[in-house]
């Protein structure tokens, strides 16, 4: 792999995309004047987090950082692609091939007391967990930062207990949005002084150059509708279903993505009527060229972080319907884009139908949106703000 381009996965489970890596990166020398930064993840999976995850090791600055990263839970399909990142070290602890938690734990520990990390840096519950128990075997010789991904309302009240106690031992805890600081304020009780606000970012060279489509009205067109992510209830997908059946236009879905929902969607969208409108793409290799030729994205999230999805598509330059958890921080509706009530398959006909019916208000919409996006939703400012972290915990 070359040391300007390397392969990550841009989205929730659902495509690959090549990201630009920063020219003058330097040639990996093992010094232990770099700050050593052990990352560790449930499963190498094509999640949001593990996305984050992967533009760390991909961007920050290789020659004050050395990048661990380590799977607590199994491994999974990007370890192919974190094996191939130049000059990170990849850690697989799978709790099928190990023998189980508290030997994946045993593992990781050996590891890590080997590794003698300056900062360890977790993502997600398992892993908090895992970071939690190195706090307490390291103490002093290590700081512990855990980000909190999204807003958690799917989880259990004992789980919430146990993330509440566990992140008092946290040295860092980081929301990736205004909405989930607030929910980690209000449901694990964090503190202002140790809670921060780094936000979620994309790589905006992926997007910035894609051609935009206008949109036009003509009498025979069929509306191209997408929807990107994994196929699972948090991304809200049968209320799209539900809202197409409610449609008179004319139009095709293609949904780019995978999920343990794909049976039962599928099983909805023949109920309804809507099966042959559907196209179930699956993941995808370049979404960029895939949703090129689509008029519309539509993201009815239940509940989110910050979406990824909803900046790429504003990027480039696509009118995105979405929802309050998808978009609040992120649109200023009919100015950037199209906020809906969560699970109102009528609002999103409704926000569908309006978009085809004024395409010249659209088209200056997202031009608007694109704008928006390529000056605040750049992952390097993310990549600063976590370099400056690293640094003042180190000193």
């Not at 020659?63 to 799977?71: C, G, L, Q, R, Y």
């Not at 980000?147 to 040295?171: C, G, P």
Request: aromatic share 8%; charged share 25%.
């Amino acid at each position: 792999m070359s040391i300007q381009n390397s392969i990550a996965v841009t989205n929730y489970g659902c495509y690959r995309e090549l990201i630009p890596r920063p020219s003058g990166a330097g040639s990996f020398i093992m010094s232990r004047t770099k700050i050593k930064i052990l990352h560790i993840i449930p499963v190498f999976a094509t999640g949001g987090a593990e996305r984050l995850v992967l533009q760390y090791a991909q961007l920050l600055d290789h020659t004050k950082f050395e990048i661990h990263v380590a799977s607590c839970v199994e491994d999974g399909p990007l370890r192919s692609t974190f094996d191939d990142t130049k000059d990170i070290h990849v850690f697989v602890g799978s709790r099928e091939k190990d023998g189980g938690r508290r030997a994946v734990y045993k593992k990781l520990e050996t590891y890590a007391v080997s590794l003698k990390p300056d900062v360890v840096h977790t993502h997600m519950l398992s892993a908090d967990f895992f970071g939690y128990k190195l706090k307490k075997k390291l103490g002093k010789h290590i700081r512990w930062v855990s980000t909190m991904h999204n807003v958690e309302t799917a989880t259990s009240f004992l789980r919430q207990v146990l993330w509440k106690y566990i992140l008092k031992k946290a040295d860092r805890v980081i929301a990736v949005s205004e909405n989930v600081a607030r929910f980690t304020r209000k449901t694990f009780h964090v503190s202002d002084k140790k809670l921060i606000t780094i936000k979620n970012g994309v790589v905006i060279d992926v997007w910035k150059d894609l051609p935009i489509k206008k949109l036009l009205k003509t009498k025979n067109h069929v509306l191209q509708i997408a929807s990107v992510g994994r196929l699972w209830e948090q991304k809200g997908h049968v209320y799209l279903l539900r809202a197409l059946s409610l449609l008179q236009e004319k139009y095709t879905l293609h949904l780019f993505g995978d999920g343990p929902l794909k049976k039962s969607l599928q099983q909805e969208a023949k109920k309804l009527g809507i099966f042959d409108h559907v196209k179930w793409h699956g993941v995808v290799s370049d979404v960029p060229k895939n949703i090129s030729n689509m008029d519309i994205i539509v993201q009815p999230s239940l509940w989110e972080g910050l979406s990824l999805v909803v900046m790429e598509m504003m990027a480039a330059g696509k009118p995105v319907v979405t929802t309050p958890a998808g978009g609040d921080e992120l649109i200023q509706h009919k100015k950037t884009g199209y906020i809906v009530p969560f699970r109102d398959p009528q609002a999103l006909a409704d926000a569908i139908t309006y978009i085809n019916a004024h395409p010249n208000e659209v088209n200056m919409l997202t031009t608007d949106a694109r704008l928006y996006a390529l000056h605040h939703f750049d992952i390097q400012q993310n990549i600063q703000s976590v370099t400056e972290l690293y640094q003042t915990l180190y000193t």
